[in-house]
């Protein structure tokens, strides 16, 4: 089975520190993918990443930056955290070659910012 | 842009009823699939279509695709406590590197 791991299931922060949330996946997968989900508003992308040293900006990419040094692992950062950025983070992988985008998720990091 | 949205976004019933979920969009899409999120974890992947007019059945779950690519459907049958959840939809399209556009999510909630 596809394993999605995330660091931290619950973070509770202040606004203006800084916030590393880390995510490592077990299949090899090429593509890795960082989403918030809010109530009302659904999944949002965050950044993408199709390759090591790969990122790509989604729908949301203010006020966050990633980072893939390994294959496995896709980090996101919110270098001074916000209210704002209260939400719900998701964590996905995927394989390029899938010709359906299916995607493995983690079981995600809800982060709340006081 | 490409949209889905799904209706109804919220539902609750009674253990033994039936239900069933819609996901529209006026975009083709080349695949759709369905994934169910309980509370506090992440979606998990429940079936994937992909030619129009397919059927795919899981238990007492039924997806179809409709026939122009465009729409899907989950129906629910003699629906359970367990299938309580967010239920998403997702489509992919070659054309846009197989990245997913979601849904907004159906709500349900099954009442013993």
């Known amino acids: 089975d596809v394993k999605v791991t995330q660091s931290s299931r619950y973070l509770v922060k202040r606004t203006g520190e800084k916030v590393f949330l880390e995510c490592v996946q077990d299949m090899d997968h090429e593509n890795m993918f960082w989403y918030r989900q809010d109530p009302g508003l659904g999944l949002r992308l965050i950044y993408f990443?199709?390759?090591?040293?790969?990122?790509e900006k989604g729908d949301i990419p203010e006020g966050y930056s990633v980072s893939r040094e390994k294959k496995e692992r896709f980090s996101l950062i919110l270098e001074s955290a916000s209210t704002n950025q209260t939400s719900m983070y998701l964590c996905?992988?995927?394989?390029?070659?899938?010709?359906?985008?299916?995607?493995?998720f983690g079981e995600g990091s809800r982060l709340t910012v006081l | 842009t490409q949209l889905l949205e799904q209706s109804p976004q919220f539902l609750s019933i009674q253990e033994g009823e039936n239900l069933t979920v819609y996901c529209n969009s006026s975009?083709?899409?080349?695949?759709l699939q369905w994934y169910r999120q309980e509370p506090g974890e992440g979606p998990v992947l429940l079936v994937t279509?992909?030619?129009?007019?397919e059927v795919k059945k899981l238990k007492r779950l039924t997806f179809q695709f409709g026939d122009a690519r465009k729409d899907s459907s989950l129906h629910i049958t003699a629906a359970q406590p367990g299938d309580t959840g967010l239920y998403l939809c997702a489509g992919a399209d070659n054309n846009a590197g197989n990245m997913l556009t979601f849904g907004g999510g159906t709500r349900l909630m099954v009442k013993p």
């Open positions: 975009s083709v899409f080349s695949s």
């Open positions: 996905a992988s995927g394989l390029a070659a899938a010709n359906t985008g299916e995607l493995f």
């Open positions: 990443s199709y390759d090591v040293k790969m990122k």
């Open positions: 279509v992909v030619t129009g007019g």
